[in-house]
């Protein structure tokens, strides 16, 4: 969420910054509201001023035996008190209204973020790996001998409807392998502390985080009123929802492996085969909570987490950043890294690696306490995928196919599959 301090003070700079991410100017209409909301306030604490003042010339003119004078500062007391509730009423309902638009509003881009209206815009930074040379013709994932027994979309259609699979057999053992695989390198590793959270949140934890009131759709929510999780940044960041920490904490660093919910809204016809893009998946998620001077470096740590899982399994990969018009709602900056995929002949996205400034922060009141003293700041939050599941199982089949349908499977997986690292040509581990 903004502060409507800094928006005061450079409206001008606000908007332009929105125009980067192509939005429309609302400086002018959020200054207004904040002003009718202040001339609220001071209005209530002016009446309650009157209010205490006749309050005290009531008992001199009781005591004065002036009754006329006594009645009339009486029904003045009562009448500045009615104001004051009024005045006050008024004020707090200005007050949510600014805060209701507040958090509508995306974060805006950092300086260095690079100006583009889609994913087309984004600018690549680096790549690692060179494509294994293929005398075949590589195949989706979903059509690789080996996988076809193990990656089940009509029986988990029959069960659960469209976007979803059943994995079995050597290809559910891989999937686990991995998720296990990337909690061990960022625990011992990277240092991150691992957390296994609730995937039922409440609506200020989603609002906390940025996915609540703006975009609803793109997640499940329970007759109870509980939202599943459409990644476990949601569960980690609010950890420090609604809490001050002392310096000395940060950064705290998480990670943890769950199951995600998306609803996939508007992406009706887009990745429709296999299993690139369902409504149920697993990630294993990383989330920092830092000093404010540290944040960047901590984004480029991140990073560098998420590219050393696909360095150990062997993936090549390309690393963006995107520009201000692909960006998510929450973020300030985000990396995103693609996966080759030689089946589509192409790099997909497999982490997104975001800082989000004190845009979270402010949304959940998260703070901390200088050591060297002086009033508590906001922290800054980060988060990215290290990795997801199922888009690495994706890479690691197609990466590792070959010509007679089997697979071979990168060794850093050897002590998670039994020393097993080639998927048969039915299915089995071998």
Not at 19 to 30: M, Q
Not at 82 to 108: F, G, P, S, Y
Not at 187 to 208: A, C, D, H, K, R
Not at 287 to 315: F, N, W, Y
Request: charged fraction near 30%.
């Amino acid at each position: 969420m903004h502060d409507i301090r800094a928006i005061r003070e450079n409206p001008a700079a606000f908007d332009a910054a929105l125009a980067r991410r192509g939005d429309a100017p609302v400086s002018s209409d959020l200054l207004r509201l904040d002003e009718s909301r202040r001339a609220k306030i001071l209005a209530a604490e002016t009446a309650q001023a009157e209010q205490n003042k006749a309050s005290k010339e009531v008992g001199a003119a009781k005591g004065r035996g002036d009754e006329a004078e006594f009645e009339r500062l009486r029904a003045l007391v009562a009448d500045k008190k009615a104001e004051v509730a009024r005045m006050q009423t008024e004020a707090k309902d200005l007050d949510a209204l600014l805060t209701d638009q507040l958090i509508r509003i995306a974060n805006l881009p950092a300086e260095d973020v690079p100006e583009g209206a889609d994913e087309d815009d984004n600018v690549e930074i680096g790549r690692w790996g060179t494509p294994r040379a293929l005398d075949f013709a590589p195949k989706e994932h979903f059509e690789i001998e080996a996988v076809q027994n193990g990656m089940d979309f009509e029986t988990a259609a029959k069960l659960s409807g469209s976007r979803f699979v059943l994995l079995s057999g050597g290809v559910a053992r891989i999937h686990r392998a991995l998720a296990q695989f990337m909690l061990d390198t960022h625990i011992n590793e990277n240092e991150l502390t691992e957390v296994n959270g609730p995937v039922l949140v409440l609506s200020e934890m989603m609002q906390g985080t940025g996915q609540l009131p703006k975009f609803g759709e793109d997640s499940y929510q329970t007759r109870e009123g509980w939202w599943l999780i459409p990644t476990s940044e949601v569960s980690l960041t609010n950890i420090v929802n609604d809490t001050m920490i002392e310096e000395s904490y940060l950064p705290s660093r998480y990670t943890a492996h769950s199951l995600c919910f998306r609803s996939e809204a508007g992406s009706a016809g887009k990745d429709t085969r296999g299993m690139l893009r369902q409504h149920q998946f697993e990630k294993v998620e990383m989330v920092s909570v830092t000093h404010p001077d540290k944040s960047d470096d901590e984004q480029k740590r991140m990073l560098r987490c998420a590219e050393g899982i696909l360095e150990k399994l062997g993936i090549p990969y390309r690393t963006l950043i995107l520009c201000t018009g692909d960006m998510g709602f929450s973020a300030r900056r985000t990396y995103d890294i693609e996966a080759w995929l030689p089946g589509q002949d192409t790099y997909r996205e497999i982490s997104s690696v975001s800082t989000c400034g004190d845009f979270q922060a402010r949304r959940m009141n998260a703070r901390f306490r200088p050591e060297a003293g002086g009033k508590p700041e906001h922290v800054h939050t980060l988060n990215g995928s290290g990795l997801a599941v199922g888009r690495c199982l994706i890479a690691v089949l197609e990466n590792g196919q070959n010509a007679d349908g089997t697979v071979t499977l990168p060794e850093v997986l050897a002590p998670y599959l039994g020393g097993k690292l080639t998927l048969k040509a039915d299915g089995t581990l071998a």
